[in-house]
């Protein structure tokens, strides 16, 4: 079994920065992917981010230059540091592990970006 804690999320203003985090505990193999998925209302969810434990990344085309993942692996945690927020980046932001073809959520964290 696998839990997933997101954090971080919130309301701010556009042109502002938020940090997200997702932390990882259970049964963590040493190869994984973790990512950040979105969703906004009456919208499919999407990939916004993802990090291997190798330290690869994929970002949208639509956060890059403002969007950063990066990894801790020893404490397992992924953290995405959002800039230059717009409004169109409000939505439920996911956490998602996959690791040996399965996939594990976290329950969503709201990021509302408005003035």
């Known amino acids: 079994q696998v839990q997933l804690v997101e954090s971080g999320g919130g309301l701010v203003q556009p042109g502002g920065s938020l940090r997200l985090s997702c932390a990882a505990s259970?049964?963590?193999?040493?190869?994984?992917?973790m990512g950040w998925y979105r969703q906004a209302p009456e919208k499919q969810r999407e990939l916004v981010a993802s990090?291997?434990?190798?330290?690869?990344?994929n970002y949208a085309d639509s956060v890059k230059g403002r969007f950063t993942i990066s990894r801790d692996n020893a404490k397992n945690t992924v953290v995405l540091q959002m800039n230059s927020l717009k409004p169109e980046d409000t939505a439920v932001y996911y956490c998602?592990?996959?690791?040996?073809?399965?996939?594990?959520w976290g329950k969503g964290t709201l990021v509302t970006v408005s003035s």
């Open positions: 259970g049964s963590i193999f040493s190869i994984w992917t």
């Open positions: 990090i291997t434990s190798g330290g690869s990344t």
């Open positions: 998602k592990l996959v690791q040996r073809a399965i996939n594990w």
